[in-house]
């Protein structure tokens, strides 16, 4: 299993940037007031709130922000503030030296996912859940969610499903946005999939382009060594299935009809008002039978 950063305590100090797309300022100091609000002290990076076209920054000041981030001796968490786009352009300039010695949270999704593959490559866990700007919008449920997990609140995460596959497993815990999971293939911050439990959550694609996306994953043997699946909400889909013949679960289950791992669908997690925080690189116990599904930490 990779290594767990220090949870967080009263006190603990947040930084807060954006290494990817612009962001709501709103939104992120709303954000902002959430995390001291509960007690955590927040430092925001000097160029979160620029813009640089779909840009937070130039891809200059991104990499600065977030390396000073990284080598920050005394916070104990990074909290991405957006996804949209603009990490894997910064990715490989990064040096994990510094943050071997001092490990922190990184905290994010979406456009993230490959900054939180990064950390699992460099030997740690981080946190797979809400991007600062969507604090604010979750429901009031996964707010106190997301916030538990910071201090290490984490529990059995339940989903059910009429189109689940059977079976339990075990493995570590690895995945995100199903885009930013085959953007990855033949780069640098690649995973081996083989033995894990994988989840996937996507929002605003056509169902072809899903479809398109598995199918990359299976051609490039991603799929057949798998230990289990996991699958969250796919939401602001832009066609349907009286359009292209086939749901999400349906395509997701006729790429992985060759394979005997289980699969549970319809988990709490995505672009939605449910986000739950997954510990991403921990290891998990997958259990489903019929309708119901549960992935359990063994921490």
């Not at 290490?152 to 815990?173: D, R, Y």
Request: aromatic share 10%; hydrophobic share 40%.
């Amino acid at each position: 299993m990779n290594n767990l950063p220090p949870f967080l305590k009263k006190g603990d100090l947040i930084l807060v940037l954006s290494p990817s797309g612009v962001v709501d300022k709103d939104l992120v100091i709303d954000g902002i007031a959430i995390l001291k609000d509960v007690g955590y002290k927040v430092e925001v990076s000097p160029n979160t709130f620029n813009a640089h076209f779909k840009f937070g920054a130039t891809h200059q000041q991104r990499i600065s922000d977030l390396q000073f981030a990284l080598d920050h001796k005394e916070a104990k968490a990074i909290y991405c503030a957006r996804g949209g786009f603009g990490i894997t352009h910064i990715i490989d300039a990064l040096d994990w030296t510094q943050f071997k010695r001092n490990p922190k949270w990184v905290i994010g999704f979406s456009d993230i996912t490959a900054l939180l593959h990064a950390a699992f490559q460099n030997g740690f866990c981080s946190l797979h859940t809400s991007v600062l700007q969507g604090l604010p919008k979750l429901s009031g449920d996964y707010k106190s969610k997301l916030i538990e997990s910071l201090s290490g609140n984490i529990s059995t995460i339940k989903a059910t499903s009429t189109f689940n596959k059977g079976g339990t497993a075990e493995g570590q815990l690895i995945g995100g946005n199903l885009s930013l999971l085959v953007h990855q293939i033949g780069t640098q911050t690649e995973l081996d999939y083989d033995g894990k439990i994988l989840f996937i959550e996507e929002v605003a694609e056509p169902l072809y382009n899903i479809d398109r996306m598995l199918l990359q994953l299976k051609r490039a043997g991603k799929l057949k060594d798998l230990a289990g699946l996991v699958v969250g909400q796919f939401t602001n889909l832009t066609e349907d299935k009286s359009i292209y013949g086939q749901s999400v679960e349906e395509i997701i289950l006729a790429h992985c009809e060759d394979y005997d791992f289980p699969i549970g669908f319809n988990f709490p997690f995505g672009h939605g008002m449910e986000n739950v925080a997954l510990v991403h690189g921990v290891e998990v116990e997958l259990f489903i039978e019929d309708d119901v599904a549960e992935l359990k930490y063994l921490l």
